[in-house]
């Protein structure tokens, strides 16, 4: 059984800067070399959105609406996702996922407020 679990979130200014993170934790060795971890948002009532990627070879993804802002980070086992300048749009339920081969886990989210 393989889980991730995300840390960080909570409550920052506009302007300000959160850090989340996401571990895997669980039978590590079945998850294959090639993976990738990530993290997307969702509020209520919208669907799932990419903010950004790291593939366990090297190479990131970030979106648009972050490039410049957020940074993220990765080693075999934990992705990190730091958040600066952050905007009152970016408030929303933050999930970290992993996905290789045909599987996919999901985080169970850690919520993100930017008061303005």
């Known amino acids: 059984q393989v889980e991730v679990v995300e840390s960080g979130g909570g409550l920052a200014q506009s302007g300000g800067s959160l850090t989340l993170s996401c571990t895997v934790s669980?039978?590590?060795?079945?998850?294959?070399?090639?993976?990738?971890m990530g993290w997307f948002r969702q509020g209520t009532g919208t669907r799932r959105v990419m903010v950004a990627l790291?593939?366990?070879?090297?190479g990131t993804t970030l979106a648009d609406s972050v490039k410049g802002r957020f940074t993220i980070s990765r080693d075999n086992t934990t992705i990190i996702l730091r958040m600066s300048n952050l905007k009152p749009e970016d408030t929303d339920i933050y999930y970290c996922?992993?996905?290789?081969?045909?599987?996919?886990?999901w985080g169970q989210g850690t919520r993100v407020t930017v008061s303005s």
């Open positions: 996922q992993l996905g290789w081969g045909t599987e996919t886990r």
């Open positions: 790291a593939a366990s070879r090297g």
């Open positions: 669980g039978n590590i060795g079945s998850i294959g070399s090639v993976n990738i």
